[in-house]
């Protein structure tokens, strides 16, 4: 894995007021200032970027958005661009998030228009993808997976702008996780589907007990973290596991 560092970024979804997460990223930034062995990413919401990227300024830690619109600008009342993520500082968006694709109706349609945005902004894409319970019980994950890759990555990806995050959609918020042999099974199937060095984040329910295991397994190349990157000791513990 020494030609892939690990990234470990946090989606902070939609939570934190102004001081809560002025207070988060001075301590993320705070404690990134020791030596640490993999990449460091986080991604507030929307009214959190600019002041975000200012408490951030300095340290290792790279800032990203949690979505953009395929288009660079336009009559799109509440929607925000690439572009615009961009401007104020963004070197990173998720895209394709289960919460996105489930609770918003997103096609691999919708979500493969929107990172040919980020790449046009000159951003690095997240794409998520992942099974639901169903789909698991009834066989179909690795099915499921690989169709959302083919249907979400346009022509001309390559690492440098490409990162996969993998996140089981029943495991997100739950508590649960797939065991190491379903991860390493998924991350191995994404893996043979994407160009060289890109590298695939496990999410799902990462916390600092589970951490070690998950970010030690073959092909898993970090982790996309929600509920504990709300918490700057919790983030930073995850990170300390990075490979």
Known sequence: MAERRQLVA???????????????????????SRPHRCDLLVCPPAT???????ALAGSPVALGGQDCHEAASGAFTGDISAEMLRDAGCTHVILGHSERRHGRG???????????????AGLIAIVCVGETRAEREAGRAVAVVTGQIAGSVPAGADAAKLVIAYEPVWAIGTGLTPTTLDIIEIHAAIRAHIPGGTRILYGGS????????I????EVDGGLIGGASLKADDFWAIAAAAQ
């Open 206 to 213: 990462v916390n600092p007990r589970n951490a070690a295991e």
């Open 10 to 32: 946090g989606n902070w979804k939609m939570n934190g007021m102004r001081a809560d997460g002025l207070a988060l990223a001075r301590g993320v930034a705070a404690r990134a």
């Open 48 to 54: 959190l970027i600019a002041a975000v990227g200012e």
């Open 106 to 120: 997103e096609s691999d349609a919708d979500v493969h228009a929107k990172v040919i945005a980020a790449w046009r």
């Open 215 to 218: 970010l030690a397994l073959p």
